[in-house]
């Protein structure tokens, strides 16, 4: 893991993705892009016979401000001791991410704030882990950063997404205080349990297996019992999408806890 990118932004989660991308960087002596994003096509405008025209000061507004946040993040990461770059791309975060990650090892972001009955608002997250061909972390604003001294929780049902997450989130799991698979009912897919731990205990991780009937309740209220019980600094799981409208593309599990993530999580599909 040598490149990491992270989404730059003058939102409430950026000190949280620096620290975290941060931490791994020195761990695996990684280059850090952190990558402003900038929609400019959203300041043409047009008139009512069809014309278009640039809106100019609020394209120069942006244009200031982005250049301050750029000079800002440069500050910072001028104190550390890792590599780093930062750049502007023009277009919207989903794009210029997904563009940028082709050759990245790792996509830091961040989940969504939390409204009053807890629930998070649209992420970005949730489209790039559908889109990009690597692992996704994607950090609640409000949370620690990511430690990879934390526990570790792998949400497990035998499925390609989770042992797609499983073989991405490995890495990250070796300085871990413990980690726990934890498999809801049976296993929906091909791949036991089993298998996954002994490919785990080959990186040097050796992990509980925690098997929970599912009962009368649903997989999400499981893993949000176990996850209180746990209280991991990491949920490893693959991101299983559905060929729908966005709103509906992520169902169950994966859509429950990116509206309610109790802690980082590393999305993989």
């Known amino acids: 893991m040598r490149n990491i990118l ?10 949280t993705r620096i620290e975290s991308a941060l931490a791994i960087a020195r761990r695996f002596g990684a280059h850090l892009s952190l ?25 120069a507004q942006a244009q200031v401000a982005d250049a301050e946040l750029e000079k800002r993040l440069s500050a910072e990461l001028e104190r550390e001791d890792v590599p780093w ?24 972001v961040s989940l969504g704030a939390c409204d009053r009955r807890g629930h998070r608002g649209p992420t970005i997250a949730a489209d790039l882990a559908l889109t990009v061909p690597v692992p996704v972390l994607a950090l609640p604003p409000e949370a620690a950063p990511f430690y990879l001294d934390a526990p570790v929780m792998v949400a497990w049902n035998g499925s390609p997404q989770a042992a797609n997450a ?27 349990a089993e298998d996954a731990l002994r490919y785990m205990s080959r990186y040097g991780v050796h992990a509980e297996l925690r098997r929970e009937p599912r009962g009368a309740h649903t997989a999400e209220e499981v893993l949000e019992r176990l996850a209180a019980e746990i209280r991991p600094g990491l949920i490893v799981m693959g991101a299983f999408g559905r060929p729908r409208l966005r709103e509906t593309l992520f169902g169950g599990v994966t859509r429950y806890l990116l509206e309610a993530a109790p802690a980082p999580l590393l999305l993989a599909h």
């Open 6 to 15: 992270v989404q730059a932004d003058n939102d409430a989660g950026m000190a």
């Open 35 to 59: 990558l402003i994003s900038s929609p400019y096509q959203q300041f043409i405008a047009s008139d009512p016979f069809g014309g278009l025209y640039l809106v100019k000061e609020q394209l």
């Open 85 to 108: 770059d930062v750049a502007v791309a023009d277009g919207d975060a989903l794009s210029t991410l997904s563009l940028a990650a082709t050759l990245s090892d790792l996509a830091i």
């Open 166 to 192: 499983l073989r991405a989130g490995v890495s990250l799991m070796g300085d871990a205080a413990n980690v726990t698979l934890v498999a809801v009912g049976d296993d929906e897919g091909r791949v036991p």
